[in-house]
């Protein structure tokens, strides 16, 4: 017999990072049902990221603010209009990652690594760089 319904529970990296998977996904749309799982209601929980593995994760627009991110891995990601307001991204890997139009005001990146990402028209106020300076030159 066929199988005509599938429900698939994820915390959604895989199809962040995978643009084939969720074209596939999206290709069996047909008796499929995707539940995203978190851990918790309270905020603290849920922006914890610290040393998450974000590699070729393709978060546009996602809202990172607040969020502990010290320590993760951006290579190659996509964060194409994130927000990343008050974020602690200390010591993160940023290498080859998009952050074109994201929202860095009052985010610190105080020995974040990388060569080769972008940052075409983000947010830099209040924004500590990763070599400790401060940017202010997006502020209103």
Known sequence: RPIRHVMINTNGL????????????AANKRGLE???????????????????????ARLTGA?????????????NGDFYGATFIGADLRGTNLS???LDRADL??????????SSYTTFSAIFCRTVLPDGTLSNTSCP
């Open 105 to 114: 005001t009052d985010a610190n990146l105080t020995g974040a690594i990388g």
């Open 63 to 75: 809202n990172l603010a607040r969020a502990d991110l010290r320590g993760a891995d951006f290579y």
């Open 96 to 98: 080859n990652a998009r």
């Open 34 to 56: 995707v539940y995203l799982q978190f851990d918790s209601l309270k905020r603290e929980a849920l922006v914890n990221l610290r040393g998450a593995d974000l590699r070729g």
């Open 14 to 25: 895989r199809i962040a990072r995978e643009p084939d998977f969720l074209a596939k996904l």
